[in-house]
Nanobody, 128 residues
């Protein structure tokens, strides 16, 4: 089993930055694709960013392109989401998710059902 714990959320003003972390523990050996998702009150969960198990493919939702950056530190078993130029509409609970892959590949997805492991979420609030 893989456990994921997000941190780094908080309250920031519009235009500010936050860096979310997703620390993995448990059965961390093997290959994992990672996704960041968010869910705002009254809205469906949406994919924000993802990274393939190879690390060579990343993707972003149109709403965050150019502002968010996903990265990973394999030595620390941690994935990051750097969020800049934050807007009130970025307010949501952010979740990281992982999908184990048999081989390293370049597949990256925003389909939540494809991810087996989920963190508990961290609240991000953008408000003046």
């Amino acid at each position: 089993q893989l456990q994921l714990v997000e941190s780094g959320g908080g309250l920031v003003q519009p235009g500010g930055s936050l860096r979310l972390s997703c620390a993995a523990s448990g059965f961390t050996s093997g290959y994992y694709a990672i996704g960041w998702f968010r869910q705002a009150p009254g809205k469906e969960r949406e994919g924000v960013s993802c990274m393939s198990s190879s690390g060579g493919t990343t993707d972003y939702a149109d709403s965050v392109k150019g502002r968010f950056t996903i990265s990973r530190d394999n030595a620390k078993n941690t994935v990051y989401l750097q969020m800049n130029s934050l807007k009130p509409e970025d307010t949501a609970v952010y979740f990281c998710a992982a999908r184990r892959t048999l081989y390293m590949n370049s597949y990256c997805s925003f389909k939540g059902l494809e991810y087996e492991y989920w963190g508990q979420g961290t609240q991000v609030t953008i408000s003046a």
